[in-house]
């Protein structure tokens, strides 16, 4: 069978009857019983025989396809870990902010001027002060007060030169 005769016949299969002459319709008719079944003996053979490089492509293909949905899976469960987190701690800083409203209500209302007075009565025992235990001192503001220079010593006289003498070169 040659080359042609090939294509015709795969031709034929694909169900194109047109395969452009009636020369070749009548070799394949030609064609005993044998050569057809041994064609399709061969061509069951070729489609079914899957070379061992195409079996070791397979298994490295689904070997990476496999890892690629293991880190999809794994990066999705971090994010919800994450998302849990930051929910959970919302939450806790929502809780918090109303203890704290609350804890500054309550300090606002026992630092009124009424409570602290009924706790110094009350608990402290005190009482108000009377007009008859305030005491007046009188200042004269006009009074200057002056407090003698003491006599320094030798070491704080030379210090003072030196100090004089700086000033006057820095200007």
Do not use: W
């Not at 019983?33 to 069951?44: C, L, P, S, V």
């Not at 009124?112 to 706790?119: G, I, L, P, R």
Request: contains cysteine; glycine residues 4%.
């Amino acid at each position: 069978m040659t080359a042609e005769q090939r294509y015709e016949y795969y031709y034929e299969d694909a169900g194109h009857e047109d395969s452009g002459s009636d020369e070749t319709i009548a070799e394949d008719n030609n064609e005993s019983d044998e050569d057809n079944a041994e064609n399709q003996r061969q061509i069951k053979h070729r489609r079914t025989e899957v070379s061992p490089g195409a079996i070791f492509r397979i298994v490295v293909v689904s070997m990476i396809a496999a890892a690629l949905l293991g880190s999809v899976i794994y990066s999705l469960d971090r994010r919800n870990r994450v998302y849990h987190k930051a929910a959970d701690l919302n939450r806790q800083l929502s809780l918090t902010e109303a203890e704290n409203v609350r804890l500054q209500s309550e300090l606002d209302s026992k630092m009124s001027a009424k409570n602290v007075e009924d706790y110094a009565e009350n608990v402290l025992k005190m009482r108000k002060i009377d007009s008859s235990q305030i005491k007046y001192i009188k200042i004269q503001t006009g009074d200057v007060v002056n407090i003698p220079e003491q006599d320094q010593g030798l070491m704080a006289k030379i210090e003072s030169f030196f100090d004089k003498c700086v000033e006057y070169f820095r200007g």
